[in-house]
């Protein structure tokens, strides 16, 4: 089952599954609309992704598409044509290889295949995140997505791809040219605290409401005490090549063997 929404956020059937994906998307290609809302798929209809991040050189990789038809403006949906074309020949590893070797720009990209029991991930630039759940795994953005549900943790680097399933785990690398299997160091997160959503429906509008009083907050403490950091912060700022933003909102959720509520401005879930 596919649902794609534009909108306010409401509230999202649950249904029992072994695997789901669920993503807000941020419309950096395309308007919002339901066409370019997330999950996207191939021409088939058997494989279904979502992604956080741009692919830069995606309209040279549509154009070597020749005979597909696309129906939204996304760059994602490249993704999933592009994984259509390379499944014909290759099996699921030559064709994430091929793709970190083309695809410029940054990227978190979780995949399902019809008939296939596994999740797949890749990740490059974009954060991505694995959840590890008494009763499955939980793939996200931000490790607050899934703080809620377990304290153990896997951090993806730069580069590597995962297949999981609901007997575990693989991680490759994707380092000379090649994928090499890599093992993977399990984090214990130690949470200092969990924030509530107090009188408000959920934590999206909460950030948004908050958004004055925190620009306050901040323009304050540059008179204050938090001034030399805050003047070491622009400095480290003006000199970045690559600025990373981090904050609590859990913008994408992809889970195997559980559920969850998932819903927002342009929402959607396989």
Not at 113 to 122: F, H, I, P, Q, T
Not at 230 to 249: C, D, M, P, W, Y
Request: charged share 30%.
């Amino acid at each position: 089952m596919m649902e794609k929404e534009v909108g306010e956020i409401k509230p999202v059937k649950e249904n029992r599954c072994s695997m789901a994906l669920a993503h807000c998307r941020w419309a950096t290609h395309g308007g919002v609309t339901r066409e370019n809302a997330h999950p996207h798929t191939d021409c088939t209809g058997n494989i279904f992704l979502v992604h956080n991040g741009i692919i830069s050189n995606y309209q040279e990789l549509k154009n070597k598409l020749v005979g597909h038809k696309f129906t939204s403006e996304t760059d994602t949906e490249v993704i999933a044509h592009f994984f259509e074309e390379s499944l014909k020949t290759n099996d699921i590893k030559s064709s994430v290889l091929e793709f970190f070797r083309i695809a410029q720009g940054e990227f978190a990209i979780v995949m399902m295949l019809k008939g296939d029991k596994n999740l797949y991930a890749l990740k490059r630039g974009s954060p991505l995140s694995l959840g590890l759940l008494d009763d499955g795994n939980v793939l996200a953005s931000d490790i607050y997505a899934f703080s809620d549900k377990t304290e153990k943790a896997i951090f993806f680097n730069e580069d590597e791809f995962a297949i999981m399933n609901k007997d575990g785990y693989e991680f490759y690398k994707f380092l000379d040219n090649m994928l090499k299997p890599v093992s993977k160091e399990i984090t214990v997160v130690k949470w200092s605290g969990t924030e509530e959503k107090n009188h408000f429906d959920h934590y999206m509008i909460k950030e948004i409401n908050e958004e004055p009083e925190v620009a306050e907050r901040l323009i304050n403490s540059l008179r204050t005490e938090q001034k030399p950091g805050l003047e070491k912060l622009k400095e480290l700022i003006q000199g970045a090549k690559r600025i990373v933003f981090v904050a609590s909102t859990a913008r994408g959720l992809f889970s195997q063997q559980g559920r969850r509520r998932s819903a927002c401005r342009n929402s959607q879930r396989v």
